[in-house]
T-cell receptor, first 114, second 114 residues
């Protein structure tokens, strides 16, 4: 079946530093990937749509300069959290569309900013 | 995309069928019903989708009412591993490309008990 991976699975960083999270579709190509964040005991919140070869589309209220998205190839999208602060600590999840109706999600990346 | 309403939580005995309801009274004719689930600290998993006919796959069955204003996801023989948050999502299918974003509500927390 379709597999989406994320790296790293967890990361701890200091306040003010930047962190890059990778999302890869392992056995299929995805022109569009999606990035979500999830706080404890809450639902997933869509942050942005990552489009291969073009700029990402951000949801209302998401700072595009803080959450940099690059979709360099049909199998890789990256999310960079710039100048991270403790309030950015969250579970970040990506997904990619496969076949006509199905979307597959990565296992998530837990970010802790100290 | 139409909004969905789900009960916040449900219990089910192991080995019994779990019936998870979803209301989507404002659904329009070109919107599909999708079900995903999220096991704790993992990325969501696709379960099933449908337009107006009942659907069945190896994981579950989806029953959609004739007026399409509600649906029920059925796990025929729930196991402890089915304990998860189940999300019902309504989304327009945008032709042959799977670029439509998924907006998650609060979902139903299903607790399967021994």
């Amino acid at each position: 079946g379709a597999v989406v991976s994320q790296h790293p699975s967890w990361v701890i960083c200091k306040s003010g530093t930047s962190v890059k999270i990778e999302c890869r579709s392992l056995d299929f190509q995805a022109t569009t990937m999606f990035w979500y964040r999830q706080f404890p005991k809450q639902s997933l919140m869509l942050m942005a749509t990552s489009n291969e070869g073009s700029k990402a589309t951000y949801e209302q209220g998401v700072e595009k300069d803080k959450f940099l998205i690059n979709h360099a190839s049909l199998t890789l999208s990256t999310l960079t959290v710039t100048s991270a602060h403790p309030e950015d600590s969250s579970f970040y999840i990506c997904s990619a569309g496969h076949l006509v109706h199905e979307q597959y999600f990565g296992p998530g990346t837990r970010l802790t900013v100290t | 995309d139409a909004k969905t309403t789900q009960p916040p939580s449900m219990d089910c005995a192991e080995g019994r069928a779990a019936n998870l309801p979803c209301n989507h009274s404002t659904i329009s004719g070109n919107e599909y019903v999708y079900w995903y689930r999220q096991i704790h600290s993992q990325g969501p998993q696709y379960i099933i989708h449908g337009l107006k006919n009942n659907e069945t796959n190896e994981m579950a069955s989806l029953i959609i009412t004739e007026d399409r204003k509600s649906s029920t996801l059925i796990l025929p023989h729930a196991t402890l591993r089915d304990t998860a948050v189940y999300y019902c999502i309504v989304r327009v299918w945008r032709g042959s490309s799977n670029t439509g974003k998924l907006i998650f509500g609060q979902g139903t927390t299903l607790q399967v008990k021994p």
